[in-house]
């Protein structure tokens, strides 16, 4: 069964860090782009950062300069640190994958895992 699962989620004080792990099984993660998505309570769920297969780099500007996205294949792995952490950062973050895509589109993802929730408070 193609699956994906987050990890890594937690309560972290502001300012704090946390690195987000997915992992991809039944199915290789080589030909996806994949994104870290989440939402906030009441909110929409929004596009945080992507990564293509080619490893090609996007970040939301909400969240530009304080995450980095990474990919590592042989593990079947994508990771997203996450620094200097601020309570609106508080969402369920969820990973998407998109097979052939140079993007990440919320509506055009196949699939997706089932969120990890971080909290930032103090």
């Known amino acids: 069964q193609l699956q994906l699962v987050e990890s890594g989620g937690g309560l972290v004080q502001p300012g704090g860090s946390l690195r987000l792990s997915c992992v991809a099984s039944?199915?290789?993660?080589?030909?996806?782009?994949i994104g870290w998505f989440r939402q906030a309570p009441g909110k929409e769920r929004e596009v945080v950062s992507c990564?293509?297969?080619?490893?090609?780099?996007i970040y939301a500007d909400s969240m530009k300069g304080r995450v980095t996205i990474s990919r590592d294949n042989a593990k079947n792995t994508v990771y997203l640190q996450m620094n200097s952490l601020k309570p609106e950062d508080t969402a369920v973050y969820y990973c998407?994958?998109?097979?052939?895509?140079?993007?990440?589109?919320?509506?055009?993802?196949?699939?997706w895992g089932a969120g990890t929730l971080v909290t930032v408070s103090s």
């Open positions: 039944a199915f290789s993660l080589d030909y996806y782009a």
């Open positions: 990564i293509t297969m080619r490893g090609s780099t």
């Open positions: 998407a994958a998109d097979r052939y895509a140079n993007r990440c589109v919320d509506a055009a993802m196949d699939y």
